[in-house]
């Protein structure tokens, strides 16, 4: 049976009289469950790091060839895109608890194995490659469990914080991991690196076991993967406001990964340039992000998101402008400090809203191709930035990102405005109809059909709200939706839904928020009719 969130989402005027200590950047901290599982976030993330230093390591003691060496990252990055939105649904349908907690027990097998192979001497070029794949699956399969608890773990205004401090566990790893996979590495070696991160793994499993998460089954039993990750893609296709993050958030990434990719060549071309001069525009971005998360709910007072995204584009670009002149370190330090600062502004505020937008049923899918998108966007750039780079210079290339990433963002913000009333009131509001209803029904598809009276005076305002209930309607997980109209009859429209079978038609009632609640009422505000509107179920008769 699947396992649903006893946890009710906040509505959006929870914010309303909360104390100020209650808003500030450490509040989340101060409840236990989130101290415990961004505890873990932090320790996995750190693994995660110190893995890859290691990984990347260890291939060039195997090998001298460059494709080689380069391949790990692609195997570590590989598993995002194959299992995200798999991983997504899985996340929704099953016990979140279990589910994260099996991820990292699934990283310490990996890792285990890595020790193994290193001891036995049989260790090769493929073999790594293939148990960092296998590392980049458990990867893959945790973080959009983990985007889904956050907003079960605090209240909705501490929302932003909460997602701030996981900014600051994702940087402060991104320092921490590398320096003690590199002193390790140095002192003993790699395999000592794959040891602690088995152990590590393994505390954060039984970290996450302590979690008592109150959870009840759901009495239609468990979505089917192919099912829920269907209605997962085609919830997002009929969210405008998630579309909107998404183009927003690719954008950004496509084109300040330009700084990312190309650092090495900057760090190299810049005054007694050397791997040391790396990793401290490494550490500067990496601080200034914290800093900016620390103070992210100071900048949110005073910037809405639409500005906060257009700010740190611009931020990011004017960073990318004058790094890409390979400055003197003593600018090139604090100009990659506003680097960080900019990018944790503009990741925080995208994410927000992500969050804002999705609700509990199809958080974790949602994320998950939150994820993909900047996964996507970041090796796209890379790759698109490193050829520009190849062929003219590194400095022409920086400059081409650094312009087109605000000309687009303008552009999206013109062509898509993120305006504040499309984040709905997402609190759960399941309708009683499915309780007047029967749990089971033959198998085949479902039609049902909702007939209207309407004054044909009205048709075009009656129109424009079925618009809206064919978004609705099909987010949720509707196959199909139609709406007829009466030739013989101006007034009479049938809103015609189809959904896959009776089960799945039973649960759209459970997905039910406040805003299709609000939505049905403007529905019925059209309705002239002396009874409610006709409803008529049918079953499509399998053939024989």
Not at 207 to 227: A, F
Request: hydrophobic share 55%; glycine share 6%; aromatic share 6%.
């Amino acid at each position: 049976m699947g396992a649903q969130s006893a946890a009710m989402p906040q509505s959006p005027s929870d914010a309303a009289g909360t104390p100020p200590d209650d808003l500030s950047a450490l509040a989340p901290l101060r409840r236990p469950v989130f101290r415990m599982l961004w505890a873990t976030w932090l320790t996995a993330n750190t693994c995660m790091w110190m893995s890859d230093v290691a990984a990347a390591w260890l291939m060039t003691t195997l090998t001298a060839s460059p494709a080689w060496v380069a391949a790990v990252q692609t195997a570590s990055t590989l598993p995002v895109f194959l299992l995200g939105l798999p991983s997504g649904a899985l996340a929704d349908i099953l016990d979140r608890r279990r589910y994260f907690m099996v991820t990292q027990f699934w990283i310490a097998g990996v890792s285990t194995l890595l020790c193994v192979a290193l001891v036995a001497g049989v260790m090769s070029a493929p073999m790594l490659l293939a148990l960092v794949f296998l590392n980049g699956v458990g990867l893959a399969m945790r973080w959009p469990v983990f985007a889904a608890i956050v907003p079960e773990l605090v209240p909705r205004p501490q929302l932003p914080a909460a997602l701030a401090l996981n900014g600051v566990a994702m940087n402060a790893s991104r320092i921490i991991g590398p320096l003690l996979a590199g002193a390790i590495i140095a002192a003993a070696g790699s395999m000592w690196v794959f040891m602690l991160n088995a152990l590590l793994s393994v505390v954060a499993g039984f970290t996450i076991m302590r979690w008592r998460r109150q959870s009840v089954p759901d009495p239609l039993g468990r979505e089917p993967l192919t099912v829920a990750m269907r209605v997962g893609l085609q919830h997002v296709r009929q969210s405008r406001p998630l579309r909107a993050v998404l183009l927003r958030i690719g954008l950004f990434f496509l084109h300040s990964t330009a700084l990312l990719a190309l650092l090495p060549l900057v760090a190299r071309a810049m005054p007694d340039g050397a791997a040391g001069t790396f990793t401290l525009l490494l550490a500067a971005m990496g601080i200034g992000a914290i800093v900016a998360a620390l103070n992210m709910q100071k900048i949110r007072r005073r910037l809405d998101t639409e500005a906060m995204v257009l700010m740190g584009a611009g931020v990011q670009a004017g960073a990318t402008l004058v790094m890409s002149f390979s400055p003197h370190l003593v600018i090139a330090l604090p100009v990659m400090f506003c680097a960080g600062a900019a990018w944790i502004s503009t990741a925080n505020s995208m994410t927000v809203t992500a969050q804002m937008t999705l609700p509990d049923w199809v958080r974790a899918r949602g994320m998950s191709m939150y994820q993909m998108a900047i996964m996507g966007a970041s090796a796209l750039g890379a790759a698109i930035w490193g050829q520009v780079a190849s062929h003219s210079s590194v400095q022409a290339s920086l400059v081409t990102a650094a312009v087109s990433g605000v000309i687009t963002m303008l552009l999206a913000q013109r062509l898509m405005p993120q305006r504040a009333g499309e984040v709905l009131d997402l609190t759960p509001a399941r309708s009683q109809i499915a309780h007047t209803l029967p749990r089971t029904a033959a198998p085949g598809r479902v039609i049902a059909q909702i007939e209207y009276l309407i004054d044909p005076a009205h048709a075009d305002a009656f129109h424009a709200v079925m618009q809206d209930s064919r978004r609705a309607r099909l987010s949720q997980g509707a196959l199909d939706w139609a709406l007829l109209h009466d030739m013989s009859e101006p007034g009479r429209f049938v809103e015609q839904v189809i959904d896959v079978s009776w089960t799945e038609h039973l649960r759209r009632f459970d997905r039910f928020t406040a805003s299709d609640v609000a939505l049905r009422d403007r529905r019925l505000k059209f309705h002239i009719g002396e009874a409610p509107p006709r409803v008529t179920r049918y079953v499509v008769e399998e053939e024989h």
